[in-house]
């Protein structure tokens, strides 16, 4: 098989596309990041793909009339491409059927909840404000809903005494970092089988 390659969607930090970028030049993902899509050209993640000589796909929504419009564009960018998996990292938009329906099973969003506990926006906060001792992070398929995918990974982050939302926010962010470029090598080696909700992960495939 050829280069599995890679796409990245992201609003606006983009940690989690470096962490990405640094486990392709270290070797631990055998794969391409082949393009970023950004609906924010003057995010930060911006410049972290050009330093890193990742294609970047920029778009603002409001040149739109709907979200159809720009996914039928994006679509148009990941064929011609060959894109095998989307992950989403901070992309702060719903997707529609036109990106949901032909990449089911390919397309995965790193979450800072345990879901589905704190599904949605400010789900740190959301943590902190309830008073749960416990919470995390969890890599998921995306389906049509909110956070709503089979979940292929979590990992718990147990929130301290006198936690804000930076310390929390701060270990959280280590831990995605860790977290998902794990789940996209799995992805490289054909190790992750969806039966209905339920993820498993197999062996290394012979690719
Ligand atoms: C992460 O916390 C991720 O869980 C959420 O958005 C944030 C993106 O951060 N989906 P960054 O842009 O990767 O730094």
Not at 132 to 159: N, S, Y
Request: glycine share 8%; charged share 25%; with cysteine.
């Amino acid at each position: 098989m050829g280069v599995f390659r890679i796409a990245v969607f992201a609003s606006g930090r983009g940690s989690n596309f470096q962490a990405l970028v640094d486990a392709q030049s270290n070797g631990l993902i055998d794969g391409e990041i082949s393009l970023l899509v950004c609906d924010k050209p003057q995010a930060a993640v911006v410049e972290r793909a050009r330093k890193a000589g990742v294609d970047c796909f920029l778009f603002q929504p409001k040149d739109y009339a709907s979200r159809e419009d720009y996914e039928r564009e994006i679509a148009a960018e990941l064929s011609k491409r060959g894109i095998d998996l989307i992950v989403l990292a901070g992309y702060m938009r719903l997707l529609t059927s036109v990106l949901v329906e032909p990449y089911s099973g390919r397309m995965i969003n790193i979450h800072p909840s345990l879901l589905p506990s704190f599904s949605g926006k400010d789900a740190i906060k959301q943590a902190l404000d309830y008073g749960v001792k416990m919470t995390g992070i969890t890599v998921h398929f995306v389906d049509g809903g909110m956070d709503t995918g089979p979940v292929i990974a979590q990992r718990a982050v147990e929130i301290l005494e006198g936690d804000d939302e930076d310390s929390l926010s701060q270990r959280i962010h280590a831990m995605e970092q860790q977290l998902y470029p794990e789940v996209v090598t799995w992805f490289t080696k054909g190790m992750v089988e969806l039966n209905g909700r339920n993820v498993a992960i197999a062996a290394p495939a012979k690719r």
